[in-house]
């Protein structure tokens, strides 16, 4: 598994899904290696490679000049455009306003190298581009997993291609993510899980919460290139809303058993992994209306607009005072589990290896 060079310094929900992917591949008899995509790797001694974040095309380039067998993506087809052209601020934003999403990406990638937040394994990128460069990927690839139906309809339509597909589930650890029937939940206590930048959309957030009855509990570190952001989420904050750094897995149980609320108002959302786990654990969710979480939480959850404050407040209060949805708990039991993600993506390798 060759992911970004920064998977370990900056965990996102990537992280957790090649982790927790990985672990669970072992479980099933699978050699499986993680090496991030500037380490020098021994392929001769790989049967099968998988890559990870389709919009880092430039991670991948430099590595199939390389490899000698087949290779499949796990595309994370993460839709970055609306608030990189809507809502940044400062230069960027107004140069992204004008750029479509496929540019905006390309700018992005070129900026981290130049500043030094990132390394440029393939320099054949910077004429390829980033459509150019995706196409080429998607068209050499032995199978591309997207997390859904809807991901892999968005894909098709920005980058047709006729490579198979398997669409591999994100999921939860069932063994630490259980509910527990003996913790009375905090209908005032409201949980945002997830690392703090833009797209994530805390700012709306905050201003849709602040000064409320509500008390909200953001629970994530700042992105690198984003601490201004960070800084504005805390200048706005109220005293009813707080702030915790980044915390293990396994400590965010306690968390998910007392709040009654879990919102995630992201300008978009292939899954959200922590609206996931905090299901799981009998949590009313709230999520964005944009991207593909419609297909994992369909009429269980509550949806709202993530450009507009009154919307994610509303949410929120219909989500406080509902009855516990046991019947999303026991769907995402059922579909959405690491395991079941292991056994999916172990049949993509079997059906590419020709093995049983």
């Known amino acids: ?44 001694q790989y049967q099968l490679f998988h890559f990870f974040n389709i919009i880092r095309p430039a991670d991948i380039l430099y590595h199939l000049k390389r490899i000698n067998t087949q290779f499949v993506v796990s595309t994370i087809l993460v839709d970055y455009s609306e608030y990189d052209k809507f809502n940044r601020t400062g230069l960027s ?9 496929n540019h905006i990406e390309y700018f992005k990638t070129v900026a981290r190298w130049i500043l030094g937040q990132d390394r440029l394994m393939s320099k054949d990128y910077l004429w390829k581009g980033q459509r150019r460069s995706i196409q080429e990927l998607l068209k050499k690839a032995a ?8 991901e892999y309809q968005r894909l098709m339509k920005e980058y047709p291609c006729s490579t198979a597909c398997k669409i591999v589930p994100n999921g939860i650890e069932v063994s630490l993510f259980k509910a527990d029937t003996s913790y009375k939940k905090d209908s005032l206590l409201v949980l945002c899980v997830a690392r703090i930048e833009g797209i994530k959309n805390q700012l709306n957030l905050i201003r849709a919460l602040n000064g409320t009855k509500y008390n909200l509990l953001l629970i994530g570190s700042p992105s690198p290139n984003q601490f201004s952001y960070y800084e504005n989420c805390k200048k706005l904050a109220g005293n009813n809303i707080n702030f915790i750094d980044q915390v293990p897995q396994d400590e965010l149980v306690v968390y998910y ?16 992994l922590s609206s996931l786990e905090a299901a799981s654990m009998g949590c009313s ?12 939480f369909q009429t269980d959850a509550f949806y709202c607009d993530p450009a507009s404050p009154e919307s994610i407040l509303a949410a929120v209060e219909k989500a406080s005072s509902a009855i516990a949805q046991e019947s999303l708990r026991n769907k995402v039991l059922e579909n959405y589990t ?15 290896l020709g093995k049983s």
């Not at 598994?1 to 927790?20: A, K, L, W």
């Not at 934003?93 to 999403?101: I, K, P, T």
């Open 93 to 101: 934003g107004v140069l992204f306003s004008a750029l479509s999403g």
């Open 1 to 44: 598994m060759i992911t970004r060079s920064t998977f370990y310094t900056v965990r996102g929900g990537d992280t957790i899904q090649v982790e927790q992917t990985a672990s669970h591949l072992r479980m099933l008899g699978v050699v499986v290696d993680i090496i991030l995509s500037h380490e020098k790797i021994d392929y001769s």
């Open 338 to 352: 690491w395991s079941k993600a292991a056994q999916a993506t172990m049949d993509a390798y079997t059906k590419i």
């Open 257 to 272: 058993k007392k709040a009654k609320v879990h919102v995630l108002p992201s300008w978009f959302e292939t899954t959200g």
């Open 285 to 296: 969710i709230v999520i964005t209306d944009r991207g593909d979480a419609k297909e994992y």
């Open 143 to 150: 199978m591309i997993l997207p997390n859904s139906q809807s």
